[in-house]
């Protein structure tokens, strides 16, 4: 290397001798660069004639890379960047280039090597002590980019190759140079390697860092925690990315990761406890997460906060004061309370409540065309799930009927839904005849008929026969001179209805007069219809306040929704209840949670609370709100003026157990959390230290079938080889009988339990002190025994720690054993098919693209409850499509441990064929004993059971046959051809024939059809 203390100078060329009579132009030292220029032309490119001269001084930290030598036509151009600016020195030696490029590098280089030396080091030092962030990579790699382009590719000129580089030619060598010192040269190798750094690359140093501190921190990790954390939740506590996701299955030990990652924290000097924000969401799971972390940590000094405090401390520091929180924030019960007493306020209004009349009348259920399904058992099945009634509480078919039936009602006109013909007119083609309403004072039936304006019925009704029907009932309204009035379906399709209703009645002097308001009302209190509309409300105060929308968002919201009108006319009536809300808290001088949430994310927002903490740790996030996770979102971006990095966001969840959407909580910020927050390290726990494998594989197959939830490899800590899930087939009011003495399902499970226990079967021996636990869980809480239904089952079995929970309540508990009961179809079954307000499901995240899904996922939670054995108790005849699933796709569950009847067994068989989706279900009559359709009274078909064993039959194995069910029976008979009814076999004098049940002699109805016993072959 050249001595730094030599000068040299470089000369003009002969024009610049001759222009500005100098030979020598520019002196170049260790120092920096001196020449000389006229004053008011600053190396400028072409002389002004001004006498005046500046010696100019340049030191190479200045130059943000080494001058440039180009050839021109008068001599050689110096160019060069000085603080960023370009400059330039003109009319050098032609020869320039050639004999002082080298040197001004070197000059350069040795002024430089320093600053290149320290960013080096700085680089080294972080990776060795910080795990690589996104945001970190984003500012390391500008600053190594920029640092690269000042020596690269200028410096290769210094060097020659250490190796041959036709070896690697998609790599550079590295080199030796002549001219640079041993430490330069290995930053410049150095500078290389960071600025080729490839995603594998960078993945490889994130892993030896976190590799490092997994080594270093090994006995922290193994006795943090009663026992060692696992390889993949110690993965968890190291890695510390901007935005972290720790996806934990159920049972995998996600409390232990919030414990240890805080200590890990504190204990690797990383952060102090006052750095740390845990966040859980109520104050029993924060206190609990306080509890162990003194249990574990030892500390006090590490708190977990709701989101209540969280607020309330944010606006206190803000306004220096502490807000006072509505006492309904706390209480549920006074707010819907509150709401109802407000409600009825309002209704004291005429205009209200003629609003009120009309939403109950025309808009209080979510009205869905019968043209829209494909079966009519579909069509009765949301009919009943939803308890289509009338104001008078009448269940009808249709909701063509449902608004004629209430404009009737609400207008003092006495009706009867579906009265009996006051002629005789059955047959065998047709019983009795019902029109839809009977109105007895003037003798006029009203038809409502399902067609449309072309005469098209619902596809799952044969059109034909239906217009064959609507032409007999006219000829039969004609013949016996009855007064009918027809109305339409398209009628009610274009909005006419109610008006071609009155313009015919009118044409017959029907007097109408509505009835009192306070008669209706009583009526709507009576079907509990005000009281649900309140809860409704009260529930949609807070949905509708954390939305944050303005008048035109609001009208976002009524287009979007699934009924725009249906919503509108909900949100009238909500609005001056919303109205009457903010001015109570006002008057009061509180806020409520929504209020708390908005003001401290604006505060945080308009930069008025400075976070105070580096490490933002969240539990349970698969149940967050969007307002929530904007809250969230604000803190990690809060920062004061000299932090040179945002927070660490560390978020743990499970999007398979995401149950919360009824309360705002949005699982796409879990499955989509990246495309929320931006680049995440994502880690998982896939161990389960609760139930066994065979729980686990179920349970894990049952909630992938939605392909939206994320896809996990749940692994058992205990492996069994058996099935862990055992199906009860029993009615829900079968009785007892010898074979099996239990009352019913829950017993039974309860039994078998308790015969487990004793044999030690599943590993636990029952002792003195120590009871297995069992917990009873039900969608809801009537699907479970009351107090005084626990207790005497607490009373015969005593070996037992029996408990009862929602599955909803149940989540974040275990026990040894878990029987789940209200396993049903309907409004009250599981999954509940009941449908969602469409003002409340305006207002709730987006619906998952997937039947179900949050009904699956609240499956998921009841079976991943147990640790030893789950019991599934269902009644066949009514039962969930989870149940059936099971069955039918070939789960690994237990379905030979309890003995079941031929009816439970064989419910598949035993559809009803009339409306195809309904089950036939044993009744009693006053009579006899014979099975009806589980959706009556919408359909009404029954059949009689097999006549020799009482057992029921099946016409689903051979086209025109009936079976018995009953396989130590057998009994099959042919159907009738003519009428669709039962053949039983009769004596003639020409021998023995098949003759219809339904021949009558020579009384009306009757069927003659008979089929001669010779020439009918029976299947086998």
Known sequence: ????????????????????????????????????????????????????????????????????????????????????????????????????????????????????????????????????????????????????????????????????????????????????????????????????????????????????????????????????????????????????????????GKTSVMVGRAGYLVESGKAQASDILLLAYGRKAADEMDARIKEKLGTDDIKASTFHSLGLRVIAEVEAAQPSLSPWVDDEKAKDKWVQQTLEHLIEDVGYRKSLFEYFSQYYYVERSPFEFESEGEYFAYLTDNDIRTLKGERVKSFGELYIANWLFSNGIEYQYEAKYEHDVSSIDFRQYQPDFYLPEYGIYIEYYGVDAAGNTAPFIDNRAYLESMAWKRQLHQQRDSTCVELFYHQHQKGCLIAELKQALSAFNVQYSPLPDEAILETLHELGRVTELAKLFSQLIGLYKAACVDDKGLDAVFENAADPKQVRKAFELLAPILSRYQQHLSTAGVIDFEDMIGKALSYIQNGHFISPWRYIMVDEFQDISEPRARLVRALRDSCSASSKTKASLFCVGDDWQAIYRFSGADVSLTTKFTEYFGATAKTYLDRTFRFNSSIGAVASQFVSKNPLQLKKDIRSNVTVTQPAISLIQRGENQAATIEESSANALEQALNAITVRVGQGADGVKSKPKIKPTVYLLGRFWFHLPDSNGLRQLKLKYPSLTIECQSFHASKGKEAEYVVITGMKTGKHGFPSKKVTPPLLEAFLPQAEDFEYAEERRLFYVALTRAKHRVYIAADMTDVSPFVVELIQDSYAIEQQEFNTSLVQKLFEEIKCVRCTTGTLKPRTGKFTSFYSCSHFPLCDHKEEGCDRCASPMTRQRFAGFKVCLNDRCGHTTPLCHVCDGDMVLRESKRGAFWGCKNYRGNNSPSCRNAVDKSKLALPS
């Not at 943000?64 to 050689?76: A, E, N, Q, W």
């Not at 600053?143 to 041959?164: G, M, Q, T, V």
């Open 1 to 252: 290397m050249l001595p730094q203390d030599i000068e040299k100078s470089i000369s003009h060329s002969w024009f610049g001798q001759l222009y500005l009579g100098k030979p020598n132009a520019v002196k170049l030292s260790a120092e920096g660069i001196e020449f000389s220029c006229t004053k008011g032309q600053f190396l400028g490119l072409y002389r002004k004639p001004q006498t005046a001269v500046d010696e100019v001084r340049i030191s190479w930290q200045r130059l943000s890379s080494p001058p440039i030598f180009s050839l021109s036509f008068f001599g050689t151009l110096l160019n060069f960047q000085v603080d960023g600016k370009p400059q330039q020195v003109a009319f050098l030696s032609y020869l320039a280039r050639s004999k002082f490029k080298q040197h001004v590098e070197v000059l350069w280089a040795q002024a430089h090597e320093e600053q290149l030396c320290r960013l080096i080091a700085r680089i080294e030092n972080t990776l060795a002590n910080n795990y690589l962030r996104a945001s970190l990579l984003d500012k390391m790699q500008l600053r190594i980019a920029r640092e690269y382009k000042r020596w690269f590719p200028w410096c290769r000129s210094l060097c020659k190759p250490l190796r041959d580089p036709s070896c690697d030619p998609s790599c550079d060598p590295l080199y030796e140079s002549v001219e640079l010192s041993t430490q330069t040269k290995l930053a410049l190798d150095k500078l290389q390697q960071f600025y080729r750094w490839d995603k594998a690359t960078i993945k490889q140093l994130r892993e030896g860092y976190v590799q490092s501190q997994l080594l270093k921190y090994a006995d922290f990790f193994e006795h943090v925690e009663t026992n060692p954390l696992t390889d993949k939740q110690r993965l968890a506590c190291v890695i510390d990315d901007d935005n972290n996701l720790l996806l934990a299955g159920a049972g995998t």
